[in-house]
């Protein structure tokens, strides 16, 4: 899976604000929070603790407490959106530095960066699946809803690690501020991704506890 083309920012700015209004997915039925927070806010950080880096989730995440409210569908899958815009962004920042980079002296850096956002593209388009899976309607008292998450989880995943990935070509690159801006950003875009994953973990975690005491009622 390959990003054919470089995105252009005008699109990229198109996407990052179509992204934001996520479309909401309600679970009724489902508790997902074993304590009580009194509003969508204390919701959002109760449920970033879980995450590697909660304070840049709280802080990605709160701005779409009315959207969230108490829901833990619309927390992961926003969480996701967050995350692929962050991707995209990533994406076109390090095509623009691959073209320039294919006329300079060092082919070093230039196939670090054309790998990099080889692998970027590949995290790109596993996260769009992860959030369009999160689209549909399952409800976490069902068989479905196990096999959904699995395939969220598989992808969110998958794309970590293309992220992780994207950077393993820079070691043979001398230090400089190129090399710093890409490792530096594709640091932060891990993060986002892996946000996102625990968020997603922890859903499925409790829909499928909620599925197996269901089962043994």
């Avoid at 960066?113 to 069902?142: K, Q, T, Y």
């Avoid at 950077?167 to 801006?181: H, L, Q």
Wanted: hydrophobic share 40%; net charge negative; glycine share 6%.
């Amino acid at each position: 899976m390959n990003i054919k083309h470089p995105l252009s920012p005008l699109f990229l700015t198109f996407l990052f604000f179509y992204l934001h209004p996520i479309p909401t997915l309600y679970s009724a039925d489902y508790d997902a929070n074993t304590t009580t927070p009194s509003n969508a806010t204390d919701f959002i950080r109760i449920s970033c603790s879980a995450t590697l880096y909660p304070d840049l989730c709280f802080a990605s995440l709160y701005g779409y407490a009315n959207a969230i409210q108490q829901d833990p569908a619309r927390l992961a899958r926003t969480a996701i959106g967050v995350s692929l815009s962050r991707a995209r962004h990533m994406a076109a920042f390090v095509s623009n530095l691959s073209r320039e980079a294919d006329y300079g002296a060092d082919p070093r850096a230039s196939s670090a960066l054309h790998d990099c956002f080889s692998n970027m593209g590949d995290a790109v388009d596993e996260i769009r699946g992860s959030l369009n899976e999160m689209r549909r309607f399952v409800n976490p008292g069902s068989e479905s809803f196990r096999f959904q998450m699995g395939n969220v989880q598989t992808w969110m995943s998958a794309a970590l690690t293309d992220e992780e990935t994207c950077t393993d070509g820079f070691e043979d690159v001398g230090d400089g501020p190129m090399k710093t801006a890409v490792c530096e950003r594709a640091e932060n875009v891990k993060k986002f991704t892996s946000n996102a994953l625990a968020l997603v973990n922890s859903y499925a975690e409790k829909g499928t506890h909620t599925l197996f005491n269901e089962k043994n009622v």
